[in-house]
């Protein structure tokens, strides 16, 4: 995350910059805005109520001894249901969104299917009054977003067990490196098959995912060849063509 932070800033700031038209090269000491690095979370893992990340943790040499010339620091705020609960009390909007997730959890736990655990959950909310003003108006944008969100994460799930499956069944070194690789692989073919789904064109895919158009093209041109594939099918497509050299 901080390491996300710290691109999100260069950029910010590089635009801060441009805008202003500072000059950076100068002998004057030029005033920027203090950032403020806060990150909601709400999924699955069981996490503390608060947490601070650091960039520096990430760093190669863990020796105390010595400090990095850079950092990034974010707080983590966990806002599942039960879950700072000072904080929820004095912001209703945020713990109106966490009763309605947590309705939706409860109601898979209870064996339901997702579709209809999301409007089980909408509709209990709007008749209590949780969330309704905007349950009402975008019940369907709602809906949706959460059915492909959900459906996103389940992917990344079953690519990364796929990953570590592969690993298990070679046994050794370089099956378990392969296998990792190739779940990472069919993590990024995931995320650009559904972008490709709302209509987004292959060099809008490629600035979001910070990746070559060249790729995303390869990748949609063998998501239309191999119909029926799965994503980590499909990824070891690509890598095994990477490894040989020759273009999808």
């Not at 064996?111 to 959950?121: F, K, P, Y």
């Not at 975008?138 to 990364?160: G, M, P, S, T």
């Not at 063998?222 to 490894?243: F, H, Q, S, V, Y």
Request: charge should be negative.
């Amino acid at each position: 995350m901080p390491v996300r932070g710290l691109n999100y800033f260069a950029d910010t700031y590089r635009e801060y910059i441009e805008i202003n038209g500072l000059d950076i090269y100068g002998e004057k000491l030029i005033r920027l805005p203090m950032p403020q690095y806060i990150v909601f979370y709400n999924g699955m893992k069981e996490e503390p109520d608060r947490v601070e990340l650091r960039l520096s943790d990430a760093f190669l040499c863990q020796n105390p001894e010595e400090n990095g010339c850079l950092e990034c620091r974010a707080t983590m705020i966990n806002i599942n249901y039960g879950h700072n609960e000072e904080l929820m009390d004095r912001c209703k909007r945020l713990k109106d969104y966490a009763v309605f997730v947590n309705r939706i959890r409860e109601n898979e736990r209870r064996g339901m299917a997702l579709n209809e655990a999301v409007e089980l959950a909408v509709n209990s909310c709007i008749n209590e009054g949780i969330l309704a003003d905007i349950l009402k108006k975008n019940r369907a944008e709602v809906c949706n977003l959460i059915l492909y969100e959900y459906d996103e994460q389940k992917q990344l799930a079953i690519a990364r067990e796929g990953a570590k499956k592969a690993g298990r069944e070679e046994g050794r070194a370089q099956g378990i490196a392969q296998g990792i690789a190739q779940g990472r692989e069919a993590e990024k073919v995931m995320v650009i098959r559904n972008m490709a789904a709302k209509a987004l064109d292959p060099r809008s895919i490629a600035d979001m995912l910070d990746t070559e158009e060249s790729y995303v093209k390869n990748v949609l041109n063998l998501l239309a060849e191999k119909i029926g594939k799965t994503d980590l099918e499909i990824a070891g497509i690509l890598l095994n063509r990477n490894k040989t050299g020759k273009n999808p």
